[in-house]
Every structure is written in structure tokens, then in C-alpha cells.
């Protein structure tokens, strides 16, 4: 089985040829930038909650890999979150403490229908 590869225009280092993983989604829009900006990135998931006026996204999560970066989050695979219109890039550690985050915004959404059940059968006073 042939690993894929895709050559990346760049305006540092001319074409780079660049090995992309399974997951990777392509390189479209990449010609052009430094090397450094080159980027695998995954299939993005919207995380939705039901509304009254249908789902709605509350975040938006995606496998991310930059092959030639010197900052953070550096060579490796991470989860790039976004929230309020910025990207956050998450290792593991991170994406637990956002999960855990998420269960304590559940039981304040759980107490919240509690307190609106009780509202609601004692006629809308309290």
C-alpha cells in the first residue's frame, strides 16, 4: 500500500513534498505560505446541542498535525478546538480537562431544569 504524498508549494522552500496520514483531508489552499504553515488537517466535528430552534454548535474539533513548526503545540497530532470563533490546539490532557468542563456545565444545566420544573408547578413564583 502506497503512503500518500502531496507537494506543497511554499514561498521559503519551493515545493515540499510532505507525507500525509490517513486521517489528513489534504493540502487545498496551503500552496503559497511557509513551510512552516503547512498543516494536516483531519475531518472537523460539530459538537451540537438541541435547541428550540434547532442544534446548535457549540464547538467545532479537528485532528491537526504541523510537520514543520518551532511553537507550540510543536510536531506532534493534537486536537484543534474551536469555541467563540478562535482555534485552541489540545493535547490529550487537554481535551480531558474541556470534557470534564462539559460535565459540570451538564449538572448546572440539570440543576437549572430542576429549579424551571419546580417554577413551573408552583405557578411561575418563588
Known amino acids: 500500500m502506497s503512503v500518500p504524498r502531496v507537494v506543497v508549494r511554499t514561498s521559503d522552500h519551493g515545493p515540499v513534498t510532505v507525507v500525509c496520514p490517513p486521517w489528513c483531508q489534504g493540502h487545498d489552499g496551503q500552496d ?26 457549540i464547538l467545532t474539533t479537528g485532528l491537526e498535525q504541523r510537520p514543520y513548526t518551532e511553537q507550540p503545540p510543536g510536531h506532534d497530532v493534537f486536537v484543534n478546538v474551536e469555541a467563540n470563533g478562535q482555534w485552541y490546539p489540545a493535547d490529550p490532557e487537554g481535551l480531558e480537562a474541556m470534557a470534564s468542563a462539559l460535565e459540570e456545565h451538564a449538572a448546572a444545566l440539570r440543576a ?15
Not at 32 to 48: C, K, N
Open 32 to 57: 503559497g505560505e511557509a513551510r512552516v504553515d503547512i498543516s494536516h488537517e483531519g475531518r472537523e466535528q460539530d459538537l451540537t446541542v438541541p435547541t428550540s430552534r434547532g442544534p446548535a454548535t
Open 112 to 126: 437549572l431544569a430542576t429549579q424551571l420544573t419546580a417554577l413551573r408547578q408552583a405557578g411561575g413564583s418563588a
